[in-house]
């Protein structure tokens, strides 16, 4: 982390990063939620995979938004990052997998829509993963907040909210209940994790 960083200045408020490649939903929470001081940081940056509803939202309410498809690789990442001096990164939706720099390692996190290590890996997003919930005749679900690594939805767990299947329940009433689960557990973990920040690598 750049030693620069405004999170390494006393007082200073921590600087995020949200990584999205859609509607934005959870954007919107997070935004709303630092707004209303319930995570005490702001959001520096939007990064979107594809131009999107989230990148639109993002657009007159964050300093910067960058457009970068495919899977970026880990130094152009970085310098984005470092660019805009940011502390915490944020998946929201962000559907390509991320190589994550040095610098940013145990900085990075994600929310999946199921109680991890179920239901996880490359593909399993949106839908799919409700899907997969009400075939395998699981009686609860959720959403898992973990850290990022390499690979897909294999980071360290730091938090889950389960909820009911309840019976009846079609894909999208279960990622309806799913996402009200959501909306509490990323800001709980998000200020955890702000709290719990790696020391700077100096890089």
């Not at 200073?12 to 959870?26: D, E, I, N």
């Not at 593909?123 to 609860?140: K, N, P």
Request: glycine share 10%; aromatic share 4%; hydrophobic share 40%.
């Amino acid at each position: 982390m750049n030693p620069a960083s405004p999170a390494n200045t006393p007082g200073a408020v921590p600087r995020l990063a949200v990584m999205v490649s859609g509607s934005g939903r959870t954007l919107e929470n997070i935004l709303s939620r630092c707004d209303s001081g319930e995570i005490p940081a702001r959001v520096a940056l939007v990064i979107a995979s594809q131009e999107c509803r989230g990148a639109e939202l993002a657009r007159g309410r964050v300093p910067a938004v960058l457009v970068m498809p495919g899977e970026i690789p880990a130094p152009a990442l970085a310098d984005a990052l470092r660019a805009h001096h940011v502390d915490l990164v944020l998946l929201a939706g962000y559907l390509r997998l991320v190589r994550i720099p040095d610098a940013f390692k145990g900085r990075v996190l994600n929310i999946h829509p199921a109680l991890l290590p179920l239901h996880g890996g490359p593909g399993m997003h949106g839908r799919r993963v409700h899907e997969a919930v009400l075939a395998s005749g699981d009686r609860q679900s959720g959403c898992t907040v973990h850290y990022c690594d390499d690979t897909y939805d294999t980071g360290k767990v730091i938090l889950q909210h389960a909820c009911p299947v309840e019976p009846g329940d079609t894909p999208e009433s279960l990622a309806a209940r799913v996402f009200q689960a959501e909306l509490s557990a990323y800001p709980r973990a998000i200020r955890w994790a702000l709290g719990n920040l790696p020391a700077p690598s100096g890089v």
